[in-house]
């Protein structure tokens, strides 16, 4: 037997997945019904381990092509019940194997319903995966296991050196026809971005060049991009000082569009003197309701952070876009001075799904 231990001393049963090693992390639940795949190579849940809400979790298997990075970056899940069947015309392994070949522990037969209710209630929190035997030690080790806070994972989870993006997969949507003959360049920072994002923009038209997150301003302006994009990533958004730093001169040395998602939205606001705040238990899942301020019209659209910018003390350069219905905290930003600089907390490029935000990037290459 297994145990997933909580930093309050809660404990929940179950039997070890994938590779059978003593893992710690921030708790954390998702709501999406399918895309495990794409939530464990997020680098985004560099950290966290994940409790995923949806009950059946390995049904349709894993493939090479629904990576939205080359490398799984979640410190651990938590399955209510493992399917060892696997049914699904893409699939060329089972989680399973997946887990193992990435050295990543899971464990499955926790009741993942009261355990959601409880994080939901008592917030996210520091929790160790491991085996009986081990969890006096566990206990011990987990008390001094960094919290979220002030932590810069952007760091650990950035590329090495700079790259040319390439288009790994097309999806159903992208037409090759419609791209424009003379492709804009994008300069993308990389704060753990994801695949999806990449090729979105290629869809788009874009050449998109990706760089490390410490990257500095005069790097990036000597470049000389048609626009800059702000990638999602982990983390605290206040202890990524220096992509803070490098906004700041950008927004005023940089006249030409800025676009930023999720951690990239975070530090853009901090850029601009607001301030961010760590949520109670976050949002992450594929079915949260944003209202577009402009349009009225309600999105359906994908999330995944635990920080989020504050309504107190917004300063006057910048106006809300974007409000998230469920607890109306702020989603996109804009600067009221230039409206080609723009952000939103969520992800537009949704894999698998939904597609309701892709016009952001349009509106991106539109500006360009």
């Not at 039997?15 to 939530?39: D, P």
């Not at 069947?85 to 699939?91: A, C, D, E, T």
């Not at 983390?235 to 730093?245: R, S, T």
């Amino acid at each position: 037997m297994a145990t997933i231990l909580l930093e309050d001393g809660k404990c929940f049963k179950g039997t070890l997945i994938g590779a059978k090693s003593k893992i710690f992390g921030e708790l954390v639940f998702n709501t999406s019904m399918t895309g495990y795949q794409e939530v464990l190579t997020d680098p985004s849940y560099a950290g966290q381990i994940i409790t995923f809400t949806y009950p059946e979790i390995g049904n349709y298997g894993c493939n090479h092509n629904d990576y939205e990075s080359d490398d799984c970056f979640a410190s651990g899940i938590v399955i209510r019940n493992y399917s060892p069947l696997v049914s699904n015309y893409r699939s060329q392994e089972t989680l399973d194997s997946f887990l193992k070949r990435h050295d990543m522990t899971g464990i499955y037969g926790v009741d993942t319903r009261a355990l959601t209710r409880y994080i939901r209630d008592n917030g996210s929190m520091k929790a160790v995966i491991c085996e009986d035997a081990e969890l006096e030690q566990a206990k011990k080790e987990l008390e001094s296991f960094p919290s979220m806070n002030g932590r810069d994972l952007a760091s650990e989870v950035t590329c090495k050196s700079a790259y040319k993006a390439v288009q790994k997969v097309v999806s159903e949507f992208y037409d090759a026809s419609k791209l424009q003959e003379t492709k804009k360049k994008v300069l993308a920072i990389d704060f753990g971005v994801k695949q999806n994002i990449l090729n979105k923009l290629i869809e788009c038209g874009c050449e998109v060049e990706v760089v490390p997150a410490q990257t500095s301003a005069q790097e990036i302006l000597e470049k000389n991009p048609d626009g800059i994009f702000l990638s999602n990533g982990p983390g605290d958004p206040e202890a990524v000082d220096y992509a803070i730093d490098t906004v700041k001169v950008l927004m005023t040395d940089f006249t030409k569009p800025i676009f930023g998602i999720c951690l990239g939205h975070q530090i853009l606001a901090l850029a601009n003197q607001a301030k961010t705040y760590k949520l109670k238990f976050g949002h992450r899942g594929a079915n949260h309701p944003i209202k577009n301020l402009d349009t009225s019209k309600i999105e359906i659209a994908s999330h995944n952070h635990g920080f989020a910018v504050s309504k107190d003390g917004l300063p006057d350069n910048l106006e809300i876009t974007h409000l998230n219905i469920n607890d109306d905290t702020i989603a996109g930003i804009r600067l009221k001075n230039r409206k080609n600089v723009f952000s939103v907390q969520y992800h537009p490029e949704a894999s698998p799904g939904p597609h309701d935000s892709d016009y952001l990037f349009k509106e991106f290459v539109a500006l360009m």
